[in-house]
């Protein structure tokens, strides 16, 4: 981890920062060998990153002196991210990587092609996004994750909720076989609507470009889920 994230819960009188979490107290027995007087990299979920003291570790806890975090995490990315919900393991690798490109507003749709089974998985249970997350704030140096959002009818998303978030944002379909290429150095408002492993059916995506999006295409590749979504992202803004 580029960041040891802590919670709101963890900090003390503003200036102290108690970690007890095995996952980070191993990563930093193990992967940064953390000693007493170390500078780290520190940043508090939602608020401040900045370098802090380890004055403590070691088997039960590390306290940090957190007085001194006053930089601001980078900038979001102006994008809402519509993704039709990948397989379970693409979903966690997925997650950890739209969070470290800066996504902050993301929703979870289900499409024809999505497989029911992938909305009872374990990967979707509130701790699970939450660690995914978390991985992708630590490896960005960022502290705001994003805000997760299932949206499990396809039709209701579409024409309930759809045209309020297409209000003062561009909406662009990210699909094979449209007929413009995707658009780069975007700095507008987007919403970016990506599908799943099968790509949309037809009738998804006349009633995606009914409600406001603008097909684009990134050429004549088939690209996996988790690859499509850096590559338009990285290529957009």
């Known amino acids: 981890m580029n960041l040891i994230l802590l919670s709101p819960d963890d900090i003390e009188n503003d200036r102290l920062a108690r970690v007890r979490d095995p996952r980070r107290l191993a990563h930093l027995r193990e992967v940064h060998r953390a000693r007493e007087g170390d500078a780290m990299t520190l940043g508090i979920e939602g608020g401040a990153l900045g370098r802090g003291e380890l004055l403590t570790l070691n088997d039960t806890e590390a306290v940090f002196d957190v007085s001194a975090l006053d930089q601001a995490p980078p900038a979001p990315l102006p994008v809402h991210l519509v993704l039709a919900l990948p397989r379970p393991r693409m979903l966690a690798r997925t997650l950890e990587h739209v969070t470290a490109l800066g996504v902050k507003e993301l929703t ?52 309930d909720d759809l045209p309020g978030l297409l209000a003062g944002r561009r909406g662009l379909l990210a699909h094979p076989g449209m007929p413009d290429a995707c658009p780069r150095g975007v700095e507008a408002p987007t919403l970016l609507v990506v599908g799943p492993e099968g790509g949309f059916i037809p009738w998804e995506v006349e009633k995606l470009v009914e409600a406001g999006c603008h097909g684009v295409h990134m050429g004549p590749r088939i690209l996996r889920v988790e690859t499509a979504v850096t590559a338009l992202l990285a290529r957009l803004f």
């Open 108 to 159: 979870l749709l289900n499409t024809k092609r999505v497989e029911k089974s992938y909305w009872q998985s374990p990967e979707l249970s509130e701790d699970k996004i939450r660690r995914h997350l978390e991985l992708g704030l630590e490896q960005a140096r960022d502290t705001r994750p994003p805000r997760v959002t299932l949206a499990k009818g396809f039709r209701p998303f579409v024409e």
